[in-house]
């Protein structure tokens, strides 16, 4: 059977019975029909959090097809579930450009799922519109301020940083002139469209504690400068109490349920290689308040999402996580030992022994944060004993247990050793989170700190474009804020061609870009585009629905 029809084939529980399993009283949600809700910030309770257990789940550097975090994330929560813990999973919302373009789906897969994944992963409950709209209500107020002859502020349009966007993968969109047609149209300027997972709206969504927060976070957005070089934030425009009402209900959390009929909370969308790749803050802390263990992910490898979740995310939501879990794949393994795509289910001790040196730099890097990790191996049929084997025992001998998860084709049943295993790990008391390095650095040292702690690179490398960035970043005051690294997902370098554990390398800043409101700075390393492109076969086109509305073909 394949996802979709694994998922169409559960009886769904009522929202509110899922909620019930909280403790949620039916009148506390907001219903978005029978198998959604949201749930209101009031839920939130801060003595709450501190008592409950935060796991994450990461991964090594992933193969083009990923590497199965969301199909882990949710086959732990099912397993603690099983083993009789109170745990809720909490998760991003798919985009529709990487959907309809290569992955066809993201809410798990097999017997770990969300549901209704349909709805999760096409328009859900509109939190991704209101991204949207907010993000194009700030850049109209700023072509009308520019174009108008009473109230302009001044704007120099060359100066303007703010894009258009949109969620969908869109080439075409990414450089564009507008304000074309004559003066009743505006000012022609360049312009441009990112997808709308990559927004900085999207990462001030996700990084907001309450909407008190969220409304001052937008109205610190940085626009660009005036003619005579003044700063010029979105709350200079007045924007940011629209924005906020535009997102007054996507800044409220969704609940859904597993195949299992275990409570999972879904909310916001970054990127994790242009942006922080991780759910929202206010999700987070409402899985803690209602949960006592909460399973979460950050997108892509470690190197990334875990990252920027440890370093950025547990800063400003004043997290801490107990235990973290890195994804590893046999097949992984195999395609950082050198085994090219059509080999990656051939069965290699070899391969699998040579590209252990990339799990191993993600398994020192979880060290360095105070988290002795939990290596839970996603089990494909194409792996063999063997390699499994070997792979456990070389784990055990650098005092790290590997668990097989069989999450994907046994959901719960597949994954209580898993469960058992990062309990263990938290109850055994000796995790004691850190983050890497401190805000207060300078720009460069923190991004030193990342390049040769986290990467493994000799040093960094900077464009005559960065170095006036930084020199930007410092007369903005902005010098405080923590990193965002954008960077290729394919390698520990910013070299997608450099796969396993790269040594003597260098990374080179290109630019940066400033999400004042979101609060941190981006390092841009390589060629890193904000807005994708659909591939030459898009998923898309392996999707139908039919008369009765019954969707095929998503993953």
């Known amino acids: 059977m394949t996802d979709i029809e694994i998922a169409q084939s559960v009886e769904m529980e009522h929202i509110n019975t899922v909620a019930a399993k909280l403790d949620v009283d039916s009148d506390n949600i907001e219903q978005y029909g029978k198998y959604k809700a949201k749930l209101p ?28 975090k969301t199909t882990v994330s949710i086959g732990l929560n099912e397993g603690l579930n099983k083993i009789g813990k109170k745990s809720v999973v909490v998760l991003r919302e798919p985009s529709l450009g990487p959907v309809f373009g290569i992955k066809g789906g993201a809410a798990g897969g097999g017997h770990s799922q969300v549901v209704p994944m349909e709805d999760i992963n096409l328009h859900f409950t509109g939190d991704f519109s209101a991204v949207e709209k907010a993000n194009n209500f700030l850049a109209a107020v700023i072509d009308n301020n520019i174009q108008s002859k009473t109230r302009s502020l001044g704007i120099d349009p060359r100066t303007v940083i703010w894009k258009r966007v949109i969620d969908m993968n869109d080439r075409a969109l990414r450089d564009i002139v507008i304000g074309l047609g004559g003066t009743g149209n505006g000012i022609p300027r360049e312009d441009g469209f990112n997808i709308t997972a990559a927004s900085e709206i999207m990462a001030i969504l996700c990084m907001s504690n309450d909407l008190d927060d969220l409304k001052t976070k937008l109205g610190n957005i940085f626009v660009g400068y005036t003619f005579d070089k003044k700063p010029v934030y979105a709350r200079d425009l007045n924007a940011e109490n629209a924005m906020a009402i535009l997102l007054k209900d996507a800044v409220k959390p969704n609940l859904v349920q597993t195949l299992e009929g275990n409570p999972a909370i879904i909310h916001g969308g970054p990127f994790a290689n242009i942006a922080q790749g991780t759910n929202t803050i206010i999700a987070t802390q409402m899985g803690l308040s209602l949960g006592d263990y909460v399973v979460t992910e ?114 719960g049943n597949g994954t209580q050793d898993l469960a ?125 629905i039919d008369s009765d509305g019954v969707i095929s073909g998503l993953s």
Not at 42 to 57: F, H, P, Q, R
Request: net charge neutral; hydrophobic share 40%.
């Open 41 to 68: 910030l009031t839920l939130i309770d801060k003595d709450k959090i501190a008592k409950s257990k935060l796991i994450l789940v990461t991964a090594l550097t992933p193969t083009p097809a990923g590497e199965g």
């Open 298 to 411: 950050a997108g892509f490898g470690a190197d990334l999402g875990a990252e920027k979740f440890l370093n950025i995310k547990c800063g400003y939501g004043n997290l801490k996580p107990e235990a973290l879990v890195l994804v590893a794949t046999i097949r992984a393994l195999r395609h950082h030992g050198g085994a090219t795509p059509d080999q990656y289910n051939d069965a290699s001790l070899e391969r699998v022994q040579k590209g252990f040196a990339n799990l191993e730099k993600h398994i020192e890097n979880s060290k360095k944060f105070g988290l002795n990790p939990v290596v839970a191996i996603n089990n494909f049929y194409t792996d063999s004993q063997e390699e499994i084997d070997w792979l456990i025992e070389k784990c055990a001998s650098i005092g790290v247990q590997a668990v097989l998860s069989k999450g994907w084709a046994e959901g």
């Open 420 to 544: 058992k295993a990062v309990v263990a790990e938290i109850e055994g008391g000796k995790n004691d989170f850190k983050p890497l390095y401190d805000w207060n650095l300078s720009v460069k040292e923190k991004i030193e700190t990342i390049a040769r702690e986290v990467y493994g690179a000799d040093g960094v490398d900077y464009a005559a474009k960065a170095e006036r960035g930084i020199r930007t970043i410092e007369k903005l005051g902005l010098s405080h804020l923590p990193i965002c690294m954008a960077k290729t997902q394919k390698s520990f370098s910013d070299n997608d061609k450099k796969i396993g554990r790269p040594t003597g390398f260098r990374v080179t800043v290109r630019e940066f870009e400033i999400a004042a409101g979101a609060g941190f700075l981006i390092p841009i390393l390589g060629n890193m585009m904000r807005m994708p492109g659909l591939p030459a076969v898009p998923a898309s086109e392996g999707m139908t």
